[in-house]
């Protein structure tokens, strides 16, 4: 129901943008999360936006670089990413929780598959 797109190999100082599209049910009343794994490591938050994208949160370490967005119109969250770093490189899967507003303690409801950005120095 969430597919994450748009990962690919950066060198460091690029940009990628992700896509999460959802179907089989409407999204727009959920926060929605990108979340990231790097080899060898645990999951980690990056980003999130609550149900009419006008609130946001971002990890410290991409804050300033990466801006997470939604159009509720096409179903559809987003996550620019600008200044790529090595360290970003990692599975982004893109994630919905029911409640609306964002919370970073709570484990969302719903999950996609990971896009892997790859990022080379």
């Known amino acids: 129901q969430l597919q994450a797109s748009g990962g690919g190999l950066v060198q460091a100082g690029g940009s990628l943008r992700l896509s999460c599209a959802a179907s089989?049910?409407?999204?727009?009343?959920?926060?929605m999360y990108w979340f990231r794994q790097a080899p060898g490591k645990g999951r980690e938050f990056v980003a999130a936006?609550?149900?009419?994208?006008?609130?946001?949160d971002y990890h410290d370490s991409v804050k300033g670089r990466f801006t997470i967005s939604r159009d509720n119109t096409k179903n559809t969250m987003y996550l620019q990413m600008n200044s790529l770093k090595p360290e970003d490189t990692a599975a982004y899967s893109c994630?919905?929780?029911?409640?609306?507003?964002?919370?970073?303690?709570?484990?969302?409801?719903?999950w996609g598959q990971g896009t892997l950005v790859t990022v080379s120095s």
């Open positions: 089989g049910r409407t999204f727009n009343t959920y926060s």
């Open positions: 936006i609550n149900w009419n994208g006008r609130i946001t």
């Open positions: 994630a919905a929780s029911v409640a609306t507003q964002i919370v970073r303690a709570r484990t969302p409801n719903y």
